[in-house]
């Protein structure tokens, strides 16, 4: 399956967006999405660029060495912190208001590391398809001053998955 033409012109717009975007965190799970755009935004060449994992009792210990193994094989600086997201009372709750909170934790270490590495971009990699869904933790992020290429450049699981493929990245059929 070749990539799209629809595909490519999205890629070159993010790349072009990322590119002048300086100095960038990203909160990075390793997962299809924050994969992809790491590598994009890595070959775009930023003034810095950092990627910033938030290990918790929701995040596997292989999850956890696959994205200090993604960002390593990228050359990227990479932090992993560690949250006990249990310990959130709010979270616990487990009310349908629970992603809130927890993203809220969890950006809020992201800025917090970010800004000590003076850092000032922050980014997540949510796609245009989790805005069809209910995601309270869209909201922390918002909250929090992480902007989303991935919906500016109107890219879907589908394509990501594709252009990843496309790029030999191995997340590219992991499991949502």
């Known amino acids: ?15 072009k967006q990322l590119k002048g975007m300086g100095k960038i965190a990203l909160a990075f799970s390793g997962g299809v999405d924050s994969t992809f755009l790491l590598a ?4 775009a060449g930023p003034e810095k660029l ?30 992993c912190l560690d949250l006990d997201i249990l310990g959130e009372a709010q979270v616990v709750r487990n009310t349908p208001e629970r992603c809130y909170f927890c993203k809220t934790r969890i950006f809020s270490l992201v800025r917090k590391t970010a800004i000590k ?12 398809d989790d805005l069809g869904d209910y995601r ?17 450049a109107g890219f879907s699981k589908k394509e990501i998955r594709e252009c990843s493929r496309q790029m030999g990245l191995e997340t590219w059929d992991l499991p949502s």
């Open 1 to 15: 399956m070749k990539t799209s033409l629809a595909s490519i012109d999205k890629i070159k717009s993010l790349s």
């Open 50 to 79: 950092l990627a910033i994992t938030v290990a918790s009792q929701f995040f596997t210990r292989e999850e956890n060495l696959l994205a200090k193994k993604l960002a390593d094989t990228m050359g990227v600086e990479h932090i």
């Open 117 to 128: 590495h003076k850092i000032d971009t922050l980014l997540h990699a949510v796609n245009v």
């Open 136 to 152: 309270p933790g869209l909201a922390a992020a918002r909250e929090l001053g992480f902007m989303a290429p991935l919906v500016e």
């Open 40 to 43: 994009l935004a890595k070959q």
